[in-house]
């Protein structure tokens, strides 16, 4: 099923999400949700807050590495920054040229509740920045 995408000047994009405190069924069930409405979409990731629930969950697929579901995630940066165009579904039509650090490591639990850390870089890195971005209540407009 796929949800609307709550678009920039909704005051939930500003909001920081809360912390998932347990998997439940409700989540399953709504990050199934997110990956259709990220795949109808022809996004590359998509953050809870886009769909209405300020939490602190995304999901990703970049066609690149498996689809992935991060939640509570944390991030860490470990190399220099680097230019790149993004464009956000919640900005229809727009892209800008970001900064951001060109590798980082992740710590986040998935949809099982496994605590994973794993470092990326490229395309991978970019969107889980930005999707992150969106569970502090942050825009790519703010940079
Ligand atoms: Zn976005």
């Known amino acids: 099923m796929t949800l609307p995408i709550i678009k920039y000047g909704d005051p939930i994009l500003r909001q920081k999400g809360e912390i998932v405190g347990e998997i439940t069924p409700e989540i399953k ?4 949700h997110m990956f259709d409405t990220m795949y109808v979409n022809n996004g590359v990731g998509l953050s809870a807050h886009q769909v209405g629930k300020a939490i602190q969950l995304m999901v990703i697929d970049t ?17 220099e920054a680097c230019m790149m165009i993004e464009g956000c579904l919640s900005f229809p039509d727009k892209q800008i040229s970001i900064s951001r650090p060109e590798r980082i490591e992740v710590t986040a639990l998935n949809l099982d509740g496994q605590s994973l850390t794993f470092e990326c ?11 992150y971005d969106h569970l502090q209540g942050k825009l790519f407009i703010d940079y």
């Open 121 to 131: 870089g490229e395309m991978l890195a970019r969107v889980i920045q930005h999707e």
């Open 29 to 32: 069930n709504l990050v199934a």
């Open 63 to 79: 066609k690149i590495h498996i689809p992935m579901v991060l939640i509570n995630p944390t991030i860490k940066p470990l190399s």
